[in-house]
């Protein structure tokens, strides 16, 4: 309750402060490409229900959904804003509105697709999916590169299945066996520490 509280709070604040923010960003991404605003996926969340991400659009628009699901490199498909809001990761900033509905938190294993969790194994599945998933997390600092990381591999797909994501898992094991406010806050200032770096 108290981490939820927590959430909704911080999620309900940062909504009103950034409004303005928001607005230009969203401004941004229309005047430089066709398409929505938003980036909807479906990802997987607490006890395997699925739901659709809020993001902003950093891609060009595909409809049909046929591109690859990670990013790989100096994605053709990212937009020259893309490319601003994915360093700064002001893209990941909409989140908070799934935050605020409870379908999200603000730290936490971040939700994969349905595809890569088809992948997970029985022996942690469980576990990570019985929090909410969250918008940052141990992993999002480590893999904060993550697609310049699978620019190197020979097949970006493999190396992500049998590589990065069981990395992934067991530091969302850590964080599920660890998981308090105070683990929360001190994530989120490294987050923020980590965007500051660059």
């Known amino acids: 309750m108290s981490k939820r509280l927590f959430d909704l709070l911080l999620a309900s604040l940062g909504l009103l402060l950034l409004s303005p923010a928001l607005l230009l960003v969203a401004l941004a991404i229309k005047l430089d490409s066709p398409g ?11 006890f395997g229900q699925p739901f659709r991400i809020h993001k902003f659009r950093t891609m060009r628009h595909d409809p049909q959904g046929t591109g690859p699901q990670i990013t ?5 498909r990212i937009t020259r804003i893309g490319h601003a809001l ?7 900033l909409p989140q908070l509105i ?17 595809r890569y969790v ?8 469980d576990k990570v999916l ?27 797909e493999h190396a ?12 969302a094991v850590r964080y ?3 998981a308090s406010v105070w683990t929360d806050i001190r994530l989120i200032a490294r987050t923020l520490a980590a965007i500051a770096r660059g």
């Open 130 to 156: 019985s929090v909410r998933p969250g918008i940052t997390d141990l992993a999002s600092i480590e893999y904060r590169d993550e697609s310049s990381v699978l620019a190197r591999a020979s097949d970006p």
């Open 98 to 114: 799934d935050v605020w509905l409870g379908r999200m938190s603000l730290v936490g294993p971040r939700p994969e697709v349905p």
């Open 176 to 178: 599920v066996d660890q």
């Open 36 to 46: 929505p605003v938003f980036f909807r996926q479906e990802r997987v969340g607490r």
């Open 72 to 76: 790989v490199g100096a994605d053709h």
């Open 86 to 92: 994915r360093g700064s990761k002001l893209d990941e």
């Open 118 to 125: 088809s992948h997970y194994p029985a022996s942690v599945r």
């Open 160 to 171: 992500y299945i049998h590589e990065i994501l069981p990395h992934k898992l067991a530091l």
